[in-house]
């Protein structure tokens, strides 16, 4: 089948389990210049709910991977991001951000530091912006092996994930969150992270592009597991309060302003040594002007992106970054940027939705609790 078009005019990519997707009757939608699975015909609500009880599974192939490998790599990568690299222990993994020159969040990326010898970070970065964050990384940190790595990246999300994987890689299970570690099965090594993007206990499972359909077919064989796109994993993004790139960040928005403080370690606040640190430093000491926010909208109608707030007095108090249906919740929720003065819980503000008013409360993150494994 002939991909269609991007919005620029180039062909939409293919994912290596597109065939797949297609034979389980997946509704596919383009999006960060790929075709992707929107939803398969249990429909995104449905999807979602399975995720939450028992597990779903995502074709993120499209996000970027790639090792930067070198003496020294960790401590230069910190040149670009405000994360704590250099304390990483081998196997284990780290949520930080690149940065622009006056702070802003250029994109968000996992960051692992491999085991061995030799100093090796795995990056995953996401899809509409790989190819900028690979040539920035080439361009500033020439000095290091910086290898792109074209293979599948599948997520087991749900509290069946750990059993279902366990029973494939044996040892999976045991793994910590927000660790690493390569199994070996055949000729084949899979890259598996403890970690995800819907705030349930999950995996992230690296593959050779043509191991990738025998994989996702031995998960489904089990009947806890059903797959889920792009609709549900936004959803579930949602309800755990998690930000997405385009939308909750981008390069005017500063990790603090974000609700992101937390990946900002010790060390790299009294250091710096990170682009735009003054005025990350400032917003740390002093708190940021303005904040991200969770945001209940008293209406059965989603409040979607851009959506202006106002307070009770109709001053503009911030905007709408992601809304949608919250299937577990069954209600609207929202997310977006307000005034410091109007962040607070329970805080009541306005917009404006088909020509009417409507309230909408300022509410705190995440909607959904978190359920990362605890070891």
Do not use: C
């Not at 190819?131 to 990246?153: G, K, V």
């Not at 977006?336 to 306005?350: C, F, I, Q």
Request: no cysteine; aromatic share 6%.
């Amino acid at each position: 089948m002939t991909a269609q078009p991007n919005h620029d005019g180039a062909p939409l990519a293919h994912l290596p389990l597109d065939a797949l997707h297609r034979s389980l009757g997946a509704r596919m939608a383009p999006f960060a210049g790929y075709d992707m699975p929107l939803q398969y015909a249990s429909g995104i609500v449905s999807e979602t709910l399975h995720t939450r009880q028992k597990a779903g599974v995502f074709d993120v192939s499209h996000m970027g991977q790639a090792i930067l490998a070198g003496a020294g790599a960790a401590r230069a990568l910190e040149s670009l991001t405000p994360g704590d690299l250099v304390g990483l222990a081998p196997g284990r993994m780290r949520y930080t951000q690149l940065l622009n020159e006056k702070g802003g969040v250029s994109d968000d990326l996992m960051v692992t530091r491999l085991p061995g010898v030799e100093e090796r970070l795995l990056i995953v970065v996401n899809a509409s912006r790989k190819a900028d964050d690979f040539a920035l990384i080439r361009e500033r940190l020439p000095q290091f092996d910086f290898i792109p790595l074209n293979r599948a990246l599948i997520a087991l999300q749900g509290p069946r994930a750990a059993a279902v994987l366990g029973a494939l890689l044996p040892g999976a299970e045991d793994l910590p969150f927000m660790s690493w570690r390569a199994f070996e099965e055949s000729v084949s090594s899979f890259f598996v992270s403890r970690s995800g993007y819907t705030g349930e206990d999950g995996f992230e499972i690296s593959m050779r592009a043509d191991r990738a359909e025998l994989f996702v077919k031995a998960l489904l064989d089990n009947d806890g597991v059903a797959p889920a796109g792009l609709g549900a994993r936004d959803a579930l993004r949602l309800e755990a309060g998690l930000p997405l790139y385009g939308h909750d960040l981008d390069e005017t928005t500063d990790p603090v302003e974000a609700g992101l403080s937390w990946s900002i370690g010790k060390r790299r606040r009294a250091e710096g040594g990170f682009p735009g640190f003054e005025r990350i430093d400032a917003a740390l000491r002093n708190g940021p002007p303005r904040l991200r926010v969770g945001l209940l909208p008293q209406t059965k109608a989603p409040v979607r992106e851009g959506a202006i707030l106002v307070s009770q007095s109709g001053e503009v108090a911030g905007h709408v970054t992601s809304g949608g249906f919250s299937p577990t919740l069954q209600r609207p929720i929202a997310m977006g940027y307000v005034a410091r003065e109007y962040a607070a819980p329970g805080v009541s503000l306005a917009t404006e939705l088909r020509g009417n008013r409507i309230g909408v409360d300022v509410a705190p993150l995440p909607f959904v609790a978190h359920r990362y494994f605890k070891a």
